[in-house]
């Protein structure tokens, strides 16, 4: 596609339940990123690819969460025991150079998970 | 947490006017980007500055760096109803693969 997609567009979810977001980046892109996106907030840092490779996951808030990217294309985000205060919206992005370093990065409209 | 402050938090003008957003931030960096954010959508790059660059223009965008201050600015001139959106700027810090973005500005342009 010619842009970065995601899916679903909205999840909710009971306390307890356990969700994966996908992000299917923009064919050839080497970095992926994951934000996390609280209402009137800017995105905030989760995690990084450089193609299969996640080496980054400093922002991950907690064991309960866990992303792949398997092939170095589509990448899933997984929450376990979804708790309340991970409701958010979560944005998936890509970019063309290793490091997203001076390469702008495309995001996709993210998913927006509300937990019940 | 975030390491970049963005002013104001928010902005409301009448279509015409010029619309100034200021970023400041804690860390060294290499470059500087600015994005939008429209309501419900994903952020879409606007401009990036290097660290060796003061000034830079993109069509009605204009964006300074003053690296001593740690301090950036993006200026919208003449502004339509369709600026309405937030503005992030956006900095790599703890190494090259964290892009921080700030908290953002709420601009509102009213026809």
């Known amino acids: 596609g010619a842009g970065v997609s995601q899916s679903p567009r909205y999840k909710v979810a009971k306390r307890g339940q356990d969700v994966a977001l996908r992000c299917d980046p923009i064919?050839?892109?080497?970095?992926l990123f994951w934000y996390q996106q609280a209402l009137g907030q800017g995105p905030e840092f989760l995690t990084y690819f450089q193609n299969e490779a996640q080496l980054d996951k400093s922002g991950l808030p907690s064991d309960r969460f866990f992303a792949e990217r398997p092939e170095g294309s589509v990448s899933t985000l997984k929450i376990q025991r979804t708790q309340q205060e991970d409701s958010a919206v979560y944005l998936c992005?890509?970019?063309?150079?290793?490091?997203?370093?001076?390469?702008?990065?495309?995001f996709g409209n993210g998913t927006r998970l509300t937990v019940t | 947490s975030q390491q970049g402050e963005e002013d104001p938090q928010a902005l409301s003008i009448q279509e015409g006017e010029n619309a100034t957003m200021n970023c400041s931030y804690k860390?060294?960096?290499?470059?500087l980007q600015w994005y939008r954010q429209n309501s419900g959508r994903g952020l879409v790059h606007l401009i990036l500055?290097?660290?060796?660059?003061r000034e830079k223009h993109s069509g009605r965008l204009r964006v300074t760096l003053d690296t001593s201050k740690k301090s950036s600015s993006l200026l919208i001139t003449a502004s339509r109803a369709a600026d309405t959106a937030s503005y992030f700027c956006a900095f790599f810090s703890g190494g090259y693969n964290k892009l921080i973005f700030g908290a953002g500005t709420r601009l509102a342009v009213h026809p």
């Open positions: 992005a890509s970019s063309l150079a290793p490091g997203g370093f001076d390469s702008p990065l495309h």
């Open positions: 860390t060294s960096i290499n470059n």
């Open positions: 064919s050839g892109h080497v970095s």
């Open positions: 500055i290097r660290s060796n660059e």
